[in-house]
């Protein structure tokens, strides 16, 4: 299994506070995503990482920044928790962009009060 | 942006039966991932397989990009295999930037 680790991995916060997610990996692949996965509509990204310091955003990005000081580390941060974003998010790695093959993060279940 | 179906949406079957699960899109891919989410909610790689078959055990896929569809077919089901199937794909989505789309997903209950 690839070794991807998530912190927490549940939580319950309240509207308006900020929540930070964390992704650790030890595989050193370049490539990290963030995804959340809603009842009917599967798994979306929301953003991406392809290097230290370098971010991208991806299809539900709003409300989310993203940072990667180091290559085994990235954080997903809500900067002011809504019911909206209670969700199941999982991070992701990958060797390469296009062709690599993602593995998958134990995922965090995020309740917004 | 490109559309990932599955089908069927749920299956129930006996164990020991077979099934296939397909998943059809609507645009040339750069890759095509299979997995299956436990009941735990973890997210299992079974198959990379952007074209061609590959097998791994009561598993296996088959991928015809040229005609944008792929299958995975379940041999002798057993209760572990219960959960859900997802279908993603890669599409380039330009400024050298990638997506990975996934279906909506097969729920697949084995019964005793």
């Known amino acids: 299994d690839a070794g991807i680790t998530q912190s927490p991995r549940h939580k319950v916060t309240e509207t308006g506070t900020p929540v930070t997610l964390r992704c650790h990996q030890t595989?050193?692949?370049?490539?990290m995503y963030w995804y959340r996965q809603d009842p009917g509509h599967g798994l979306r990204l929301i953003h991406y990482?392809?290097?230290?310091?370098?971010?991208d955003k991806g299809e539900v990005s709003d409300g989310y920044s993203v940072s990667r000081s180091k290559t085994e580390d990235f954080l997903l941060t809500l900067e002011s928790a809504t019911s909206s974003q209670t969700s199941v998010y999982f991070c992701a790695i990958s060797e390469r962009p296009g062709d690599g093959e993602q593995f998958f993060g134990p995922g965090t279940r995020l309740t917004v009060l | 942006g490109i559309q990932v179906e599955q089908s069927p949406p749920d299956l129930i079957l006996q164990e020991g039966a077979n099934s296939t699960l397909r998943c059809n899109f609507s645009d040339s891919v750069n890759n095509l991932q299979w997995f299956h989410q436990n009941p735990w909610g973890q997210l299992i790689n079974l198959f990379y397989i952007p074209s061609g078959t590959k097998q791994n055990g009561r598993l296996s896929a088959t991928t015809v990009a040229t005609e944008r569809y792929s299958l995975l077919y379940i041999s002798s089901s057993q209760t572990t295999d219960s959960g859900v199937y997802f279908c993603a794909v890669v599409t380039y989505s330009g400024a050298g930037s990638y997506q990975l789309t996934f279906g909506k997903g097969t729920k697949l209950s084995v019964i005793p």
């Open positions: 990482s392809y290097g230290v310091k370098d971010t």
């Open positions: 595989e050193n692949h370049r490539y």
